[in-house]
């Protein structure tokens, strides 16, 4: 079975360039997170979805970053305009809605902003 | 006081020795309980679940919750040098927009020499 799939693995752009995460989720899972991470703040929850609906949004640091789920197989998160502080390792996660809530990870997301 | 905490270690064991990897957590009402390995550059990969009190083994991996204190650990036997790694306790909160949410503790860093 395919993993959680996530692309591009890395991205180096310029500070103030849009930048476009993507994530397909394992098939049959209904929930969907974004997570950052860094050395200075960890492993941080960005955002997630249940059924494709944004559930709690509370991590997303600010308007810069914004996220969409237009269905059961696919979501982006999207900076813009990006900074240099963007810089990190981006997650995308999955699970099916029954306990124990078992989160599987995509390979991740390199962002480097220059 | 953080949600989830791990000693941050590094945690350093001789090879075919037991690695102890403990975790607190502050919410009572949490329902399920995960341990992900992280190598350098990689994702966190899930190692195991628990969600009952007591002891759940799988291999060389036992984990072993107390609701009561709060606590939840990891058992690694015959740790190999394979076993070296970052690992991450994470805690399913239950209750409003954190429902289904994990949230993840800084990590303990473990090495296995030789």
């Known amino acids: 079975d395919a993993g959680v799939i996530q692309s591009p693995r890395h991205e180096v752009t310029e500070m103030g360039q849009e930048v476009t995460l993507r994530c397909k989720p394992i098939?049959?899972?209904?929930?969907l997170f974004w997570y950052r991470q860094t050395m200075m703040r960890g492993l941080e929850l960005l955002i997630y979805?249940?059924?494709?609906?944004?559930?709690?949004d509370s991590g997303m640091p600010e308007d810069r970053f914004s996220a969409k789920m237009p269905n059961a197989s696919f979501s982006t998160l999207k900076i813009q305009p990006s900074e240099p502080r963007d810089s990190a390792v981006y997650f995308c996660?999955?699970?099916?809605?029954?306990?124990?809530?078992?989160?599987?990870f995509g390979p991740g997301t390199r962002l480097t902003v220059t | 006081q953080k949600e989830v905490e791990q000693n941050s270690g590094p945690l350093s064991v001789p090879e075919g020795a037991i690695a102890s990897l403990n975790c607190t957590y502050s919410d009572r009402v949490s329902q399920s309980f995960f341990w992900y390995r992280q190598y350098s550059g990689k994702s966190p990969e899930l190692i195991m679940s628990i969600y009952s009190n007591g002891d759940k083994e799988d291999g060389r991996f036992t984990a072993q919750l107390n609701k009561a204190s709060q606590y939840v650990s990891l058992l690694i036997r015959d740790s190999q040098p394979s076993d070296s790694a970052t690992y991450l306790c994470a805690v399913t909160l239950t209750g409003g927009t954190s429902y289904g949410k994990l949230t993840f503790g800084q990590g303990t860093i473990l090495t296995v020499h030789p």
């Open positions: 098939s049959g899972h209904n929930s």
């Open positions: 979805f249940n059924n494709n609906v944004p559930i709690d």
């Open positions: 996660a999955s699970r099916h809605g029954a306990l124990p809530y078992e989160q599987y």
